[in-house]
């Protein structure tokens, strides 16, 4: 699968881009499942352990996905290379996405470890402060692991071997689900650690999925040699993988920080309205996957046809994902608008003296969810198509700007100035992604009219 032979149809670009796109979107699906497993079990467990995981899995990911800066760089990296069967350079910009993940965990390792004056200064209660804090001090363990696993994904995802990718997910998403079941209730024998049980169940699979990678790329690709001398620097790919890796990580701390940020706001109203946002911004992420994993695709095909400068080809692949994308959105709407209860009652259990008054703001923000999933869906969308052809610089400041200029004011004045509560924060985020949205789109489709064609 190298150079582009003939130009494809729209139902030849669908084809190539589900049987690459659906194993992401699974892979993206089971990975979230991990993190609702643990909303599901510490839900049940107890509501204030609940708000606790909500805002330290927050900050969690958000640090997670700024890391992930660099395995994204990788995946267009890799697939333009692939495209022009470069195989040494496959090897380098990979190298460089792990040692450079390597670099970034450590770094970030004390701030998980010691993260509760953190969370009180950001005004949470000290009770879940310290219940945060313990969960983040166990799972941050796993945070480097956690980031090798994301690089090898993407040079996998960049090959299309993703097949792997998901099913290596999935055995992922049981693991932790058994562990969870054992360590946060003390089933099996094991004993009762509640939150810090999720925290051990997270860093542990991390640690295991890592294991199992580095054996199947070294078994799977060995016409790579990817880990042969990998103690040696190669400074022109780290500075490549670099430039191209702080740009994504900062556009992936601008959009995640935006929803984390929204998690700080709404604790400030209080325990019952956090439990509900945590409950909901799960049932949105879910769907949010399936737009990341068709998002990623596209990035592997643009990037293809951006290495073997096929303009044509890079334009109706990238049509063709975003006309999926946002199907996939309006069916959403119709799933938020319709059973929002029973969705967020899967989270809670039954006796909970909380359930009633968690489901109807939950709804409410569901409601708010089901306005931006067109928006969310087509910025996630541009950004995985821009990525592609390996522009990352400008889009990172569109993002800031709309997420954190417009967004984050905007969720202020409409939930805390005018009163609308947790669902004028929600809406102040669809102010920010849709102004994203418009431009990075824009964006997209003015730079690949400025392409040469090949014939």
Do not use: C
């Amino acid at each position: 699968m190298t150079i582009r032979s003939q130009p494809l149809s729209v139902s030849g670009h669908s084809r190539a881009l589900m049987t690459l796109g659906l194993p992401l979107v699974g892979s993206h699906l089971a990975q979230f499942a991990i993190g609702m497993t643990d909303t599901l079990m510490i839900g049940w467990y107890d509501v204030t352990a609940l708000a606790a995981l909500t805002v330290a899995t927050s900050i969690y990911f958000v640090i997670f996905i700024v890391g992930s800066g660099f395995a994204w760089a990788v995946m267009p990296m890799v697939a333009s290379a692939a495209g022009t069967d470069n195989d040494v350079q496959v090897r380098r910009v990979t190298r460089m996405g792990l040692w450079l993940s390597i670099l970034f965990g450590l770094f970030m390792t004390p701030l998980m470890l010691f993260s509760e004056p953190l969370f009180l200064v950001m005004g949470q209660d000290p009770v879940v402060a310290e219940l945060a804090a313990r969960y983040l001090a166990i799972a941050g363990l796993g945070m480097i692991p956690g980031l090798l696993i994301m690089v090898l994904k993407s040079y996998l995802s960049a090959l299309e071997r993703t097949r792997v990718v998901l099913w290596v997910t999935i055995g992922s998403a049981v693991l932790n689900a058994l562990v969870n079941y054992a360590l946060i209730f003390g089933n099996w024998g094991a004993p009762e650690m509640g939150i810090a049980g999720a925290a051990v169940a997270s860093a542990s699979i991390q640690i295991a999925g890592i294991v199992f990678l580095i054996f199947y790329v070294g078994w799977a690709t060995p016409e790579y040699t990817l880990f042969r001398n990998f103690h040696r620097p190669d400074s022109e790919a780290f500075s490549r993988v670099l430039r191209l890796g702080w740009p994504i990580g900062l556009t992936n701390l601008a959009e995640v920080g935006l929803f984390a940020a929204s998690s700080i706001m709404i604790g400030w109203i209080g325990a019952l309205e956090l439990a509900a946002h945590g409950i909901a911004l799960q049932i949105a992420s879910a769907m949010f996957m399936i737009h990341l994993g068709l998002s990623q695709a596209v990035t592997v095909r643009v990037g293809r046809a951006y290495g073997a400068g096929d303009q044509h080809g890079l334009q109706r692949g990238a049509a063709v994902g975003f006309g999926i994308s946002m199907a996939v959105a309006l069916t959403t709407i119709i799933l938020f608008l319709t059973v929002p209860g029973p969705l967020i009652s899967l989270f809670l259990s039954p006796d909970d003296p909380a359930l009633e008054e968690i489901v109807r703001i939950g709804t409410m923000l569901l409601a708010a969810a089901a306005v931006f999933q067109l928006v969310d869906a087509a910025q996630v969308m541009a950004l995985g198509m821009l990525r592609g052809m390996q522009d990352t610089r400008w889009p990172m400041v569109i993002a800031a700007l709309s997420y954190w200029g417009v967004g984050i004011p905007a969720s202020y004045l409409l939930g805390f100035t005018l009163g609308w509560g947790p669902v004028g924060v929600w809406a102040g985020l669809a102010v920010g992604l849709a102004l994203a949205a418009v431009f990075l789109s824009w964006r997209f489709w003015v730079r690949s009219s400025q392409l040469e064609a090949f014939a």
